[in-house]
């Protein structure tokens, strides 16, 4: 949760980066600050 009590979702499968690593690494980083999901899991948020 952030700091405003705002709810803050990453969609992983609508980011993209130079590399699959990268990617991978991006998204452990914003799991740290964020909801790390995918499109398929949002929907039924």
């Given at each position: ?17 130079s ?21 398929e ?5």
């Amino acid at each position: 949760m952030h700091d405003r009590d705002y709810t803050i979702m990453v969609v992983e499968d609508a980011c993209a980066a130079s590399s699959e690593e990268e990617h991978r690494e991006s998204m452990k980083v914003l799991a740290t600050i964020a909801g790390v999901v995918s499109v398929e899991n949002l929907k039924d948020l």
